[in-house]
């Protein structure tokens, strides 16, 4: 935080106070967490969709004491009027996120072909933003929009991820994500994702379901983190499920952003109201765009 404040010759005179209520600490070295992800995590520069710019929308959640525990995206909305919304899970908020933070761009740039946590010493930085506010939430998808506080500066260079609204199954889809607050991964499945329920029942299938990642799989601290069509566009938000390294023919489970889109039965938990604030009408699907050219 910087504060200033204009002297006049009166205010030479005064006493002035600030009093800091909180000190939230950050270390350029995130220590712990470096390399902790299953051998059989794919790093996101090794794959197709690496080098697209929805892998800038990705980061990871960190408490203010800088616990990782979990992973977001950033989402345009319809009026593309650089709103820092992020998406994750609702089972992520599990206290005040006032004081919490975002990384970014904790990921490499190149592909190690022997896997980055054995070919690479050197951790990359993750760029910081501090700051959160819970706008919205709804359990049955399992979804939460948060609003980061601090202005992300232009120089990390975010991407704020488009969205596709379509209630058909996807096909050829990929996960981007930080398990066990590890560098950025990627998970891709090749095939069609199935309608499927967490605890609804089978007259609610709020989620899509990845019967098995083709490469890949998510962990714990991958919760909360998009699902991408082909063309980069969200269209859920990890839940859970059985995928880890040592079961990778596990499932995973989505909740899906068309369902809280308009299935909420309060309207202020519609993910509408938020990313449509315009009230536009027949919204479909919402193309992407950096943040510092909505800025201009």
């Known amino acids: 935080m910087l504060y200033r404040e204009p002297i006049t010759e009166q205010q030479q005179h005064d006493k002035f106070k600030l009093t800091v209520f909180k000190v939230v600490h950050g270390f350029n070295k995130m220590l712990l967490s470096h390399g902790a992800s299953g051998s059989c995590n794919i790093d996101v520069a090794c794959r197709e969709h690496g080098d697209k710019p929805q892998v800038r929308s990705v980061g990871m959640l960190l408490t203010d004491d800088h616990q990782r525990y979990c992973s977001g995206a950033l989402i345009n909305n319809a009026n593309g009027d650089g709103k820092q919304y992020f998406l994750t899970a609702n089972h992520c908020v599990f206290s005040d996120v006032s004081y919490f933070i975002v990384g970014f761009n904790y990921q490499y740039e190149k592909c190690y072909p022997q896997g980055v946590n054995k070919a690479v010493k050197r951790e990359p930085i993750a760029q910081l933003v501090q700051g959160l506010r819970l706008v919205s939430q709804w359990e049955k998808t399992d979804y939460a929009l948060l609003e980061i506080k601090e202005p992300i500066p232009d120089s990390y260079n975010v991407y704020l991820a488009g969205f596709d609204l379509s209630e058909q199954p996807a096909s050829d889809v990929h996960a981007i994500h930080h398990p066990s607050g590890d560098v950025k991964k990627i998970s891709t499945f090749k095939g069609s994702l199935h309608a499927a329920s967490w605890s609804e029942g089978p007259t609610m299938s709020f989620h899509l379901q990845v019967p098995a990642w083709t490469e890949g799989v998510t962990e714990r601290g991958s919760s909360g983190s ?22 990778p023919t596990g499932y995973d489970l989505y909740g899906g952003i068309a369902y809280d889109w308009s299935k909420p039965e309060r309207a202020d938990d519609r993910l509408s109201k938020y990313l449509n604030p315009g009230g536009q009408k027949h919204v479909k699907r919402v193309e992407g765009a950096y943040l510092k050219d909505l800025r201009k």
């Open 226 to 247: 998009p699902l991408f069509t082909k063309d980069g566009l969200i269209i859920g938000h990890l839940r859970g499920g059985q995928s880890s390294c040592e079961y």
